[in-house]
């Protein structure tokens, strides 16, 4: 286990610069995030050195705030102006600090290079795919393949969709493409334009999950042979890591659903 430190210093911080929010009213905005807090500039006055500070701010590209307890652990930051400089420090314990944790693992890996590997499952040959797709001749290895062509999207990033599109229409239209585990990020672009999907069959994908007791998030892999069966609801597959209850769907099903008819 890799040890938990409540230090800003000590784990890698990304230059993002968003509002953040307290009590309902402007605080400041950050320099920078990382796992254990975040740098911002505040010109507020009344911030005391260990003291506790709820804060809300929203991460770029997402819509939810996070909401999370901090400490202030410094004033006078000396590689930011010592006047307005102040570090938060997260309440480690608190799960939306999960949630900064998993948008700064989607960050690193967003700089990992594209990697294909190919591992036989049940038989077959799967090719799982991670990195960051950014030229479709990064794919052109999988044009000789035999067919039908496994893909495993689990860690998988495309940041233009033309880069997946042309990949596709390099492949022979004879050749089927069966996909597993896409992420949500990938479902959002299926969802927004239907020829994203063309020639492909998805075959499990993510979706997120929240748990209304206890406000848990939590992303989960859904099958489509499975919800195509009659009368399975998506919304009641899964049961809250925690509480045990029922979990909801955290999205709309019937826009995240929407590929599943293109
Ligand atoms: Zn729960």
């Known amino acids: 286990m890799e040890q938990r430190t409540n230090d800003p210093r000590q784990s890698e911080r990304f230059p993002i610069r968003i509002p953040v929010y307290a009590r309902e009213d402007y605080f400041g ?4 995030l990382s796992e254990s807090g975040m740098l911002i500039r505040s010109a507020a006055k009344a911030a005391r050195e260990g003291a506790s500070l709820s804060v809300r701010f929203t991460l770029p590209g997402r819509s939810e705030p996070v909401v999370i307890e901090t400490r202030i652990a410094r004033i006078g930051e000396q590689s930011v102006d010592p006047q307005s400089g102040l570090g938060l420090s997260f309440d480690t314990r608190e799960s ?3 949630v900064v944790c998993d948008y700064l693992a989607t960050l690193k890996r967003d700089r990992a290079p594209l990697q294909l590997k190919i591992a ?3 038989g077959r040959r799967m090719v799982t795919l991670s990195g960051v797709l950014t030229d479709p001749l990064q ?5 000789s393949m035999p067919q039908p062509i496994l893909l495993n999207l689990r860690d998988l990033t495309i940041l233009r ?4 599109l042309s990949f596709i229409y390099t492949l022979p239209t004879t050749k089927p493409v069966a996909l597993h585990d896409c992420p949500q990020s990938f479902i959002q672009k299926a969802n927004r334009s239907p020829q ?3 020639g492909q069959e998805v075959r ?5 999950y929240r748990c209304a007791k206890c406000d848990r998030e ?3 892999l859904l099958f489509v042979q499975h919800l195509r069966a009659k009368g399975v609801q998506p919304a009641a597959l899964f049961t809250c890591d925690d509480c045990k209850l029922p979990m909801e769907l955290d999205t709309v099903a019937d826009e995240y659903l929407k590929f599943l008819h293109h």
Do not use: G, I, K, Y
Not at 29 to 32: A, I
Not at 204 to 208: G, I, V, W, Y
């Open 218 to 220: 939590s992303e989960r």
């Open 139 to 143: 794919l052109s290895a999988l044009q």
């Open 196 to 198: 994203f999907l063309a």
């Open 29 to 32: 905005t950050s320099v920078d």
């Open 120 to 122: 036989a499952d049940a």
């Open 96 to 98: 939306t600090h999960r």
């Open 204 to 208: 499990s994908f993510f979706a997120p």
């Open 161 to 164: 969709e033309e880069d997946w």
